[in-house]
């Protein structure tokens, strides 16, 4: 038999620090935003729980921020030379990869430091951890009352997540959301249409399966963490979640296990190759880019994996859809991979809130939207400009796949990590054939367990 374990697919230039550089054209119009968007940030409003003076003048100052490699990173520092030379501070940039800075946080944060004034993190991650031990400012009345810089711009999913207890903490400014990648060709062989429910979706990988045995009708993550964020979508549109509002674990519901057999079953029913049960996005991406499989639900993030002719043998005939309805409606993940928020201990909070509102304006979100970052305002899809060099079915889909989307794709508790290994379980179980409700009973004991202890 053929085995669904290819090489890794390559990851895509919003995945690592690539550095991306502004033509003169670019930086002279960003000048001008930045002046505008600066002169902005000097209009009175009234603080949050930060104690953030917009009227206080903030030349000489030193903005101390920690940044992750990643091309939002890159971009943003060929800007910040305009942002000193309109307000007259200065911004020291600190960069490190992805786990020197959560170790970093870990021990400055947890000492009280006041040397990080604006920080990168990530909020799936870390915005409950930061928040409940007190480490972000609440920025709440000075983002909501700002008209010009309009909170309300931002998505409603990645703005949920970067708050806490009913505050806003943190800006996002990188996003994904699920997205059905599929193929054209095989759709239109076999004369279906895009699916547009599960149930179709189903039907369609059971049909393309028969036409073409070499072919998985569905490939997906298989990794009982790495599936977690992808699985979510089909959770919530079955219409379960991880945690009830009473804060027990939600993952026994009828919902939840309709869903977990339901992926389960669209991975292993419509193929007859062995599935690799440890894969996580490289490896499915590469099943779909060697022409093995009709579709993928996964992060429309990693596009260009797909579109990318020198890694996908199928660039020509990719195709990109809204997430399909369950018995819920359509309800992927609409997240906020990364945003800034400012360090509570931090002296200098007046200039480290007047840098995140630069550094996530309209303007500059826009033009880091044409490089190909995947901003949070809804204004930015919406702008032709800013999506030209996106495939136009990809911008549709994530235009409805963000007025849909969840602010999560994994339990949002402390310790993360562990969460996904518990709930991932009857993933694995299901995907393998194996006993499906005796899994999601065992899993949801231990998660129940878990979160009166997560909560302590």
């Not at 057999?261 to 590469?286: C, K, R, V």
């Not at 060099?389 to 994530?398: D, G, K, R, S, T």
Request: aromatic share 8%; glycine share 8%; with cysteine.
């Amino acid at each position: 038999m053929e085995h669904l374990h290819q090489e890794p697919a390559q990851r895509g230039a919003a995945q690592d620090g690539v550095t991306v550089k502004y033509g003169s054209k670019t930086a002279r119009f960003l000048a001008a935003a930045t002046t505008a968007v600066v002169a902005g940030a000097l209009v009175s409003c009234s603080s949050g729980g930060a104690d953030i003076d917009e009227n206080a003048g903030i030349e000489g100052e030193t903005i101390r921020v920690t940044l992750a490699n990643h091309v939002w990173t890159e971009t943003i520092k060929e800007l910040i030379p305009e942002f000193e030379e309109e307000t007259g501070a200065k911004v020291e940039i600190s960069q490190l990869a992805e786990d020197q800075l959560s170790d970093q946080y870990n021990v400055k944060l947890n000492a009280g430091t006041d040397e990080i004034d604006v920080l990168m993190y990530r909020p799936l991650q870390e915005n409950k951890l930061f928040a409940s031990n007190g480490y972000l400012s609440d920025i709440t009345e000075l983002a909501e009352g700002d008209e010009e810089w309009e909170w309300a711009d931002f998505q409603s999913g990645p703005a949920s997540l970067t708050s806490y207890d009913d505050a806003v903490v943190g800006v996002p400014i990188i996003t994904e959301r699920t997205v059905l990648y599929y193929r054209k060709d095989l759709l239109e062989e076999a004369g279906l249409e895009v699916p547009t429910t599960l149930d179709e979706l189903d039907a369609a990988a059971a049909a393309i399966h028969e036409l073409h045995p070499d072919v998985a009708g569905y490939i997906g993550r298989t990794g009982k963490s790495a599936a977690v964020t992808q699985f979510s979508a089909f959770l919530y549109s079955f219409g379960g979640q991880w945690i009830n509002d009473d804060g027990t674990s939600g993952i026994g519901s009828d919902e939840a296990r309709a869903a977990y057999q339901y992926y389960g079953d669209l991975i292993s029913t419509h193929t007859d190759a062995t599935i690799n049960p440890e894969m996580s996005w490289p490896e499915a991406f590469a099943v779909f880019q060697q022409g093995q499989a009709a579709f993928i639900a996964d992060a429309d993030s990693l596009y260009k994996n797909m579109t990318d002719e020198t890694q996908s043998t199928v660039s020509e005939q990719v195709g990109f859809a809204p997430f399909p309805e369950g018995d819920a409606g359509s309800k992927p993940y609409n997240v906020a991979a990364w945003a800034l928020a400012i360090n509570e201990s931090s002296a200098n909070q007046d200039a480290a809130w007047q840098f995140i509102k630069w550094a996530t304006s309209k303007e500059i979100t826009l033009e880091m939207s044409k490089l190909g970052v995947m901003g949070a305002r809804s204004s930015v899809w919406d702008d032709a400009d800013a999506t030209a060099e996106y495939p136009a079915e990809l911008v549709e889909a994530i235009k409805i796949n963000g007025e849909n989307g969840e602010g999560q794709d994994r339990p949002l508790v402390i310790q993360v990590a562990k969460a996904r290994e518990m709930v991932g379980e009857p993933i694995v179980e299901a995907i393998a054939g194996g006993d499906v409700d005796g899994a999601v009973d065992s899993a949801n004991k231990k998660f129940d367990e878990f979160l009166l202890e997560d909560s302590e």
